[in-house]
């Protein structure tokens, strides 16, 4: 297996250094830019993943609103129930 010396050995900028056609400096950018589109690939799904799950807890908060509104129903029926009965 080939290692990547690149990052072994970090890549000094100054005011004279020579950039042109440098094999290193073109791996460094390209390495970096793979870097950044996965980065914003990643934020784009979690973003969509985010919303989904905004819209899913925003459904089952209103499931689960609905629900107690039954409950409570049906809990002032039984209890209008249970006071009709004799002793």
Request: with cysteine.
């Amino acid at each position: 297996m080939v290692r990547n010396h690149l990052h072994k050995q970090p890549l000094f900028l100054d005011a004279t250094a020579d950039l042109k056609d440098s094999p290193a400096v073109d791996a460094e950018f390209n390495s970096l830019d793979t870097k950044v589109a996965q980065f914003v690939g990643l934020c784009e799904r979690l973003r969509a993943e985010n919303h989904d799950l905004r819209q899913q807890l925003a459904t089952a908060k209103n499931d689960a609103k609905r629900l107690n509104e039954r409950i409570e129903g049906a809990k002032v029926k039984l209890e209008s129930l249970l006071s009709r009965m004799p002793d």
